[in-house]
């Protein structure tokens, strides 16, 4: 089946330090997507990307699409604790399914 | 508006036991999805149901059935639970094709098989 790889699969950053997240498809997408998960909790859309080259800046959170539009990327600048989660990309083939990367991990060090 | 409801919260089961995990929208979306989530694997779906009435095999089917009773609710069932089923369960909708993929999901169910 049709594969999204996501790195890394954690990360540890100083609070303040920048952190970015990686998406790769072998596969030309239809669209991309990206959620948070807190821990314990359930992911939560971000923010969804459609055009070749698209960046979209959300406060310190960057999202962008590559220009062959199979591969993203999520870059935060200047972490804070309440950016602690798992950060997901969601990828569309063109179909009702969306196919998740297995996510990264982000852990802040006060 | 409560957005996407799951029930049970948490479920322990014995093997060959089995269950109906309940999943509820109110807010009128045509597509809903089960997902499994296990460490390190991400959300893999198991099936889906693009309007009411229909339904469809994701990645990973064995095992369980579904039903999309109406357009508001969409039921995981498992015959006869195994310990490789532990795991935690979501549910999630999406809006009507306006372009947009967005999903919302519910806040899971955790099952235990022992």
């Known amino acids: 089946g049709q594969q999204v790889m996501q790195i890394p699969q954690y990360q540890h950053v100083q609070e303040g330090e920048d952190f970015t997240t990686y998406c790769n498809s072998s596969?030309?997408?239809?669209?991309i997507q990206w959620y948070k998960q807190r821990p314990g909790g359930h992911p939560v859309f971000l923010i969804q990307?459609?055009?070749?080259?698209e960046v979209k800046k959300q406060k310190r959170l960057t999202f962008q699409f590559g220009e062959a539009k199979k591969n993203s990327s999520l870059h935060i600048t200047a972490t804070q604790t309440t950016d602690v989660g798992t950060y997901f990309c969601a990828a569309s083939f063109g179909n009702e399914k969306l196919t998740f990367g297995t996510g990264t991990r982000l852990t802040i060090i006060p | 508006n409560a957005g996407v409801t799951q029930t049970p919260k948490f479920q322990v089961l014995k093997t060959g036991q089995s269950m109906t995990l309940q999943c509820a929208q109110d807010m009128n979306h045509n597509s809903m999805y089960w997902y499994r989530q296990d460490p390190g694997m991400g959300l893999r779906l198991i099936y889906y149901s693009a309007s009411e009435g229909t339904t469809d095999k994701g990645e990973v089917p064995n095992g369980y059935n579904v039903s999309r009773l109406n357009k508001r609710e969409f039921s995981l069932r498992l015959e006869s639970a195994a310990p490789s089923q532990t795991s935690v369960y979501f549910c999630?909708?999406?809006?009507?094709?306006?372009?947009?993929?967005?999903?919302?999901f519910g806040p899971g169910t955790r099952l235990t098989v022992t």
């Open positions: 999630a909708s999406r809006p009507p094709d306006r372009g947009s993929y967005e999903q919302y």
């Open positions: 990307l459609v055009k070749s080259g």
């Open positions: 596969t030309t997408l239809s669209n």
